[in-house]
């Protein structure tokens, strides 16, 4: 087994000592190397802690580390930290060296003071304000942690290293970076000079369970029936607009959705950066991206969509529609691919209405107003805003189905529309999903697929 530390031989060697083996780093890499400190050790022992570090930087091969699964890095970068702290009487306890050898083992291979928090499964944002800022979300309540960086290089080289997973770069040149990690988390790096505080990272984790309509209604996002009623959409190739805020669980309840979708669909999806997790065997995943060096090479979300459209598609899904690509995508709904999604910043169902029209004339500001919102009408079925509210759940709070153009005017009929009844005696917002229980103007839809009686059950027993 090859060990991280000492230079890499040219063949498989037996076993070496630790002693025996040499610096293959210069020393201009050790300094470059980040270090994290996530609960830093105080007091005398600070300095002698720093020099340990250097001295197992300047033991570890890089190739080698690179190479070593994450567990056997760890033991080895332990087991070299125990070794030069007993040469260099350094007073570590064990569970001191332990929390080196891990951090060490984090900036090599992960992303160094973020690491624990990115591998704890109850945080589902990271928001970094500078090296010394770092604030996460759990529960749906924001909250401070002691994590900090050692210096603005090293936040800026971690912000770096994300955007290169991906084959994107972020600079002074180059500030504003969207881009993805490895478990389909969504990252957001400003760099400075736009950040006068030192780069800035958002990350938006997603859950590694996969999340149904069930579970959403058993969680209190939503009640059983406006599950159910949301299933059926889903099921008869209802063209869908989810709308919310930042942080709302637009993306969840998209991912959700998607679950009703057959599998003998082609489904593409349309993102800026890829964070849906489809599930079905037939998906097509495109992503933007940005301008190069040059200023040249920029693919945007509209260029995505019309080509997505000689793709064959029974569906097109778009992340987030923010601009003149809501043209190409109510053209989309129109002509024959039904069952599409796409999600909007808004704050009601009435609000993402006239949302959509302001995005469509950012491209097309020819077209006359009318002519937009008949586009609107024709090809949205059902539009559902979801919200995070006050003690920090997201909630569906209105399935609003979108029936047609009444002179100028785009006439809504309210599904479901979630009443808030007060709070109980942990905080948590009470409240009650209610229904007109109207017959929807897309019935024969509902009946072609088989589903349009149990479309009024959930409406019935809502």
């Not at 091969?61 to 080895?76: F, S, Y």
């Not at 604030?135 to 290089?153: D, H, L, M, P």
């Not at 209190?220 to 099921?235: D, F, H, K, W």
Request: proline fraction near 5%; charged fraction near 25%.
């Amino acid at each position: 087994m090859n060990r991280v530390f000492g230079r890499r031989p040219p063949v498989t060697p037996e076993p070496m000592t630790a002693e025996a083996l040499m610096s293959a780093i210069p020393a201009t890499a050790t300094q470059a190397a980040p270090q994290a400190k996530v609960a830093p050790i105080q007091g005398p022992v600070q300095a002698p802690v720093q020099r340990l570090r250097a001295q197992v930087l300047e033991r570890v091969d890089p190739v080698v580390a690179a190479e070593l699964p994450a567990p056997a890095l760890r033991a080895q970068l332990e087991a070299l930290v125990h070794e030069i702290a007993n040469r260099e009487r350094v007073e570590l306890s064990a569970r001191e060296q332990s929390r080196i050898a891990e951090e060490l083992a984090d900036d090599m291979v992960g992303y160094g003071p973020l690491e624990p928090l990115l591998q704890d499964d109850s945080i589902s944002d990271i928001m970094v304000n500078g090296p010394d800022r770092v604030f996460v979300e759990v529960r749906g309540k924001v909250e401070q942690t002691n994590v900090r960086f050692r210096s603005g290089a090293q936040l800026a080289a971690i912000a770096q290293k994300m955007a290169a997973t991906v084959g994107r770069r972020v600079d002074e040149s180059s500030p504003l970076v969207d881009c993805r990690l490895a478990d389909g988390s969504r990252v957001n790096v400003v760099f400075p000079p736009l950040a006068i505080g030192g780069a800035c990272i958002s990350i938006r984790k997603f859950a590694k369970r996969k999340v149904d309509l069930r579970a959403m209604a058993e969680g209190g996002s939503m009640s059983p029936n406006v599950a159910r009623v949301l299933e059926i959409a889903a099921r008869c190739r209802l063209n869908v607009v989810i709308s919310g805020g930042t942080g709302s669980g637009k993306t969840t309840m998209m991912n959700a959705m998607s679950r009703m979708i057959d599998e003998g669909e082609r489904i593409v999806t349309i993102e800026d950066a890829a964070e849906l997790q489809l599930q079905q065997p037939h998906v097509v995943r495109l992503e933007t991206r940005p301008v190069n060096l040059e200023g040249r090479g920029e693919i945007t979300q509209r260029d995505l969509i019309k080509n997505a459209l000689r793709m064959r598609p029974d569906r097109i899904i778009v992340g987030e529609v923010r601009g003149a690509e809501a043209f190409d995508m109510l053209q989309a709904m129109n002509t024959g691919h039904d069952g599409s999604y796409c999600t909007v910043h808004a704050n009601t169902t009435r609000d993402a209405i006239i949302r959509i029209e302001n995005m469509v004339q950012m491209g097309q500001s020819s077209l006359p107003s009318r002519a937009i919102r008949t586009q609107i009408a024709s090809a949205v079925d059902i539009i559902v805003q979801v919200a995070r509210m006050r003690d920090g759940g997201r909630r569906v709070l209105q399935v609003s189905e979108v029936c047609g153009l009444e002179g100028e005017v785009v006439t809504m009929n309210e599904v479901f529309t979630f009443e808030f009844q007060g709070e109980d005696s942990t905080g948590r917002i009470r409240g009650r999903w209610i229904t007109g229980g109207i017959r929807p103007g897309f019935y024969d839809r509902l009946e072609y697929f088989g589903l349009g009686e149990a479309w009024m059950n959930a409406l019935r027993e809502g």
